[in-house]
């Protein structure tokens, strides 16, 4: 079973900088991605950013460009800068990490752009 813990959220003005990271343990052999969804109040959770174990990325197109997603394999961490942002990437976002088609949640960690 694979356990991950997000971190790095918190209250930025709008066009400001965060860092989100995402540090997975336990059976971390085998993870085939990672990636980071978000939830906004009333919204479904979308996906905002992933990366494969080849490091082949994926992004949401509201992101593009103004968000990075990386790993660091040596400590089983993902990250998500997240450059320019915006009122409207104020959500909770989680960190998901996918092991042979099972999926393991962080708790998630809020992040509120003000204007």
């Known amino acids: 079973q694979v356990q991950v813990v997000e971190s790095g959220g918190g209250l930025v003005q709008a066009g400001g900088s965060l860092r989100l990271s995402c540090a997975a343990s336990g059976s971390i052999l085998g993870i085939n991605s990672m990636g980071w969804y978000r939830q906004a109040p009333g919204k479904q959770r979308e996906l905002v950013a992933a990366i494969t174990s080849g490091g082949a990325t994926n992004y949401a197109g509201s992101v593009k460009g103004r968000f990075t997603i990386s790993r660091d394999n040596a400590k089983n961490t993902v990250y998500l800068q997240m450059n320019s942002l915006k009122p409207e990437d104020t959500a909770v976002y989680y960190c998901?990490?996918?092991?042979?088609?099972?999926?393991?949640w962080g708790q998630g960690t809020q992040v509120i752009v003000s204007s």
């Open positions: 998901k990490a996918v092991r042979y088609s099972v999926a393991s």
